[in-house]
């Protein structure tokens, strides 16, 4: 039971931490870009106890899908078992780093060549909506960060705004809270976007964009926040890593012709 309380109170810990300043955010996005397969609550316990995991998977999808055994010694990281049928609230994952290869085979973790780059932004573009820029992944991150966040938002504001009395948004209007809350999210899910493209985010996206999360200041809130934030980019970057597969098909099939 120790290992239980431990991990929620570091849980506690750290989502009341990451709203208390940009820098907390953006540490805390810098994290959760790597791992945005996993859910909000995922990726604050991944930040707060390997903020460098890169790709996380249980010891058995190590072993049997991805052929790799997970290294001796290796200290887990615990994230919540979702499967109400577990007996324990955490199930145990490990990092990339934490692996080696058994099988001849190697894990490469997706990367975008410049070659790539027009055919992602068309695929962006082709399932998220027009887009007026498509000179730069950069800008079609963008502008399709922004298409998503407010085709996807609605659900989430509403729910945020049920939240909003013990917190420094309970004096704002709803619509206040709802520019607000896009304007945020965008920038988040930019973010996101653009540091597991491979992009320096922080060189294309202001700091004040990000100014507003410290009004999310309980947890209700921010997991409202976080969890949107999480589940769109989620939708961008496996749309990204679907088209880089594709691409990278195509590339060995030419090779082997």
Not at 175 to 202: H, P
Not at 216 to 232: H, K, P
Request: aromatic residues 12%; hydrophobic residues 35%; contains cysteine.
């Amino acid at each position: 039971m120790g290992k239980i309380k431990e991990t929620r109170e570091l849980y506690n810990q750290v989502i009341n931490e990451i709203s208390k300043s940009v820098e907390n955010w953006l540490d805390f996005l810098d994290s959760s870009s790597w791992n945005f397969k996993y859910d909000f609550d995922d990726q604050i316990l991944i930040y707060a106890q390997r903020p460098d995991a890169k790709a996380c998977a249980t010891m058995e999808e190590w072993n049997k899908k991805l052929k790799r055994w997970v290294n001796a010694g290796t200290k887990p990281i615990y994230v919540f078992d979702k499967n109400p049928y577990s007996e324990y609230p955490f199930k145990l994952i490990f990092d990339l780093s934490d692996t080696h290869n058994y099988n001849n085979t190697e894990y490469k973790l997706w990367s975008i060549k410049k070659e790539y780059e027009q055919d992602i932004i068309e695929d962006l573009e082709a399932s998220f909506g027009e887009i007026d820029s498509k000179e730069s992944l950069v800008q079609a991150i963008t502008l399709v960060s922004y298409n998503m966040v407010t085709d996807n938002v609605e659900d989430y504001v509403k729910e945020a705004i049920n939240y909003k009395a013990s917190s420094k948004l309970q004096n704002m209007k709803d619509d206040e809270i709802k520019q607000l809350f896009i304007i945020t999210a965008w920038a988040s899910v930019s973010y996101m976007m653009m540091t597991r493209c491979g992009i320096n985010a922080r060189e294309h996206i202001d700091k004040q964009e990000f100014a507003f999360i410290e009004l999310f200041n309980n947890q209700e809130l921010l997991t409202i926040l976080g969890t949107s934030v999480s589940d769109i980019a989620e939708m961008g970057l496996r749309e990204i890593a679907k088209t880089i597969k594709n691409l990278q098909i195509e590339e060995k099939n030419k090779n082997h012709t």
